[in-house]
Every structure is written in C-alpha cells, then in structure tokens.
C-alpha cells in the first residue's frame, strides 16, 4: 500500500510538465506572437534602414545630376541650350558617382546639329583646344579636330567623337588645358615647327609629328626666351610663338650706321627753271590718279559688297580692294588650327595671306599680336570702320583678343571661323560680335 502511495507521488499530475505546462492552442498563440516580434523589432527596422540608404544615394545621384551640365539631347529631344556666350554650368570633379552622370550625355560626332554642340564648342574654346568664335550647334571637322585634341591630351583613343565618357571628363572641374607634348601630331604641331624653323630653333622636316628634334627645338626656344624648359608646347609658348615678342635662336647683327661724307655745296643756279604742266596744261604739282581698283571713299553700304564675289581667282592689287578681294576668293575653304592658306585657314592665318599677297611684309602671328601692331591705325569704335579694317574680337570670359577679321563694308567681315568650320562672309554686328569688340586696325 505504502509502495503504491510512493508511485502516485512521484507521478506528476496530468497538464503538469514540459510539454504540459500549455495546452497546443496556447503554444500556437505563444510562437504567433513571437513570429509577429520577429518581424516588428528585428526585419522591420533593417527593411527602414535599407530603404533609407537607397533614398540618400538617389537624392546625392540628383544633387550631381542638377549640377552638371545640361545633357546631350537625343536625336528628337528638343531641349533648350545654354544662351549664346554662356559658358557651361560648372560640374563637379569626378566622384564614385561619375557612373550616374556619364549616361547624362548623348553621343555627338561630325554632322550633328543640337543645341548641345554650342555648349561642347564653347568648353573646347575655355580649354584652348578651339579657337574663339560665336559658337554654333553644328559638330563640323574644326569641332572633331579640337575633340580630338583633347583625346590626344588624354592619350586615349583619338577617334574625334564625343562620346559620354569624354564629355564627363572634358566638363570635369580638372580637366586638362590645351597642351602638346612628345609623339602628338597634328596641324598645330606643323604650324609649332614652322616658326620655329623660321626662329631658328628647328631644322627637321615640317611633318605635324612632335617628335624628339621638335622636343628639343621647343626646349631651346622655351630656355632662350625665358619660359618653363619642359619640352611642353602650351598656351603661354603658344602666345608668345606668334607674337613678335618672341626671341630668335641667333640674335641678329646690328646694322652699323653708314658714315656720311661731306659733299660740296653747289652753287645755286641763275636760271630760273620753267613752272611744269600738269597733263590738262596748267602749272603746278601733278596729284596721282586713283587707279580704277581704289576702293569706294567713304559709306557702307551693301551693295558695295557686290563688286567682291566670292571664290574664284582674285586681283591682289597692294591696297584695300585688293586684301578684299583676295579674302572673298577664299570664302568656303576649310578652317583648320594654325593653317595660312592657300587652302586651309584659321582666323589669323587668313589675315596674314591676305596681306602677304597684297605686298604687306608682315610676319605670321596671332590675332592679339596684329591687334598690337602700332604702325598700323587704332579704330576704337565700330562705328567708325572703313573696308579693309582688320576687326579684333575677344570672348565672353577674357578680356584677350583671340579672333580677327577683315571688315568689307555693309557691318560685314570675311574671317575663318571655328564654328563653322570654314572661311565666311556674315555679320559683324551681332549681339556677339559688338559686346566683344576690342579694336580694329587700318593697315592703308
């Protein structure tokens, strides 16, 4: 009796135990509301904090993004460009999110005609690898051909396309400003060699390639003209190369003053010597006929123009119809960086050949030179010019003259432009070109 009362007290009581201490409903309510914990304190709170990162990458991609500049369109977006002579929006230097900003750009390349090209133009202008001008929306060879400068600066493929990693970079805050350096090639590496060959410094073949000879004949100018010795052709030597500042290998000889010797003092004459005839027979001084090729004297109309048709041969006749009429023959010609004719001309180089083949003994320089040459006239005002004045421009961010023209009349001028890829005839007194008037020069 006593054994079993022992068994009954060591058995525990039903619903008492383990598994018993609750029933299976209460078990099921008990993990629910473990389940429904899980989920609020612990996957909830890391759901937030994702979902909160993804928001602050976004919001930084736009915050680039608005500072960029404006994306290239595609072929039928009609996006507005940046105003005429507005520089581009300033873009922020390369960061983890450059990946985001390259798709913000559209391929451009020779032939596309988009509002962003205008802003393209005028970045490659800023960075020196395009000459200045009024930009224009249309990619011409000039606008490839500076592209392509600036691919050879980045020693990466030159393929003269502006894809989107090269617009990202090329708007990059660190962008690297024009320069030449050892195994370039190139027109203006051709037009570098030419005056220094005419200084004296180089005596290879004019071939455009920037090899060793080149190296060492732009370190000889840099050293004798007291620039920085680094064998790097860049927009300082370039100023000063075309400049008639610029020092020659050799310094020339002073030419010694010829003695004079004494003459004797002739005994005047007793006769008195008969007045001349003049060819309509009175007496007097005979004055110079003007030639049938003199320009017009005074006005500008345009139907002064008409008698300087454009193309075709020219009559270099050694006065102002002669400079116009042989700056109208090259209208159209191709505008290439650093050419003189008689086929390819940047805005400088067309001066030049036009004053060379009217007998102007004048050297190649750059258009902030001519404008400093003072045996030539000063026209402070455009509203003074007369045909054959040489027009002298600046951009809208330098007060430096980086343009030249020649005025024929009528508020017109021939130049070689960048923009347009090649030598026109158009208006000079745009919004453009008369706030970015400096000077004009009279050579005759």
């Not at 135990?17 to 909830?44: E, Y």
């Not at 343009?403 to 130049?415: N, Q, R």
Request: net charge negative; hydrophobic share 30%.
């Amino acid at each position: 009796m006593q054994n079993k009362n022992r068994q009954l007290q060591k058995k525990p009581p039903k619903g008492i135990g383990p598994v018993g201490l609750f029933s299976k409903r209460a078990r099921t309510c008990l993990l629910t509301l473990c389940a429904i914990a899980l989920v609020c304190f612990v996957l909830l709170p890391l759901g937030l904090d994702r979902i909160g990162a993804v928001n602050i990458h976004s919001a930084f991609a736009m915050a680039n993004f608005d500072s960029a500049p404006s994306p290239t369109p595609q072929a039928l977006d009609e996006s507005v460009a940046p105003a005429v002579g507005e520089a581009p929006a300033a873009t922020p230097t390369p960061s983890p999110m450059d990946a985001v900003q390259v798709f913000n750009y559209s391929l451009l390349q020779l032939h596309d005609d988009y509002p962003a090209v205008e802003t393209l133009q005028l970045r490659l202008m800023e960075l020196g690898y395009l000459d200045s001008d009024e930009p224009g929306t249309t990619y011409n060879e000039a606008t490839m051909e500076a592209v392509s400068m600036f691919q050879r600066t980045l020693d990466t493929q030159i393929t003269g396309i502006a894809d989107s990693e090269l617009q990202t970079r090329l708007y990059s805050s660190e962008a690297t400003v024009y320069e030449v350096r050892l195994g370039a090639e190139g027109s203006d590496v051709r037009s570098m060699q030419n005056l220094l060959k005419e200084l004296g410094y180089y005596e290879g073949k004019v071939n455009g390639y920037f090899g060793v000879a080149t190296e060492e004949a732009l370190k000889q100018f840099q050293q004798k003209n007291g620039m920085d010795t680094d064998g790097i052709f860049n927009l300082d030597d370039r100023d000063l190369l075309y400049s008639d500042d610029a020092k020659p290998k050799i310094d020339p000889t002073p030419t010694p003053k010829p003695t004079q010797k004494p003459t004797a003092t002739k005994k005047p004459s007793s006769a008195t010597p008969k007045p001349s005839k003049t060819d309509s027979g009175s007496a007097g001084t005979s004055e110079r006929t003007p030639a049938p090729t003199d320009p017009p004297s005074g006005g500008n109309s345009s139907a002064e123009e008409e008698q300087y048709p454009t193309g075709g041969s020219f009559n270099a006749s050694g006065n102002v119809s002669g400079v116009i009429s042989v700056a109208s023959a090259q209208v159209g010609k191709r505008y290439v960086r650093g050419d003189e004719g008689p086929n390819t001309f940047d805005c400088s180089g067309l001066v030049y050949y036009c004053l060379s083949q009217n007998g102007v003994s004048v050297g190649r320089r750059s258009a902030s030179s001519y404008s400093q040459n003072e045996s030539w006239a000063l026209i402070s005002s455009m509203s003074d010019l007369k045909k054959g004045d040489l027009l002298f421009f600046r951009d809208d961010d330098s007060s430096r003259v980086s343009h030249t023209g020649i005025y024929i009349g009528g508020g017109t001028m021939i130049d070689a432009s960048s923009s347009n890829g090649k030598v026109v005839k158009r208006s000079c007194t745009t919004s453009y070109w008369t706030r970015n008037f400096v000077c004009a020069r009279r050579v005759f």
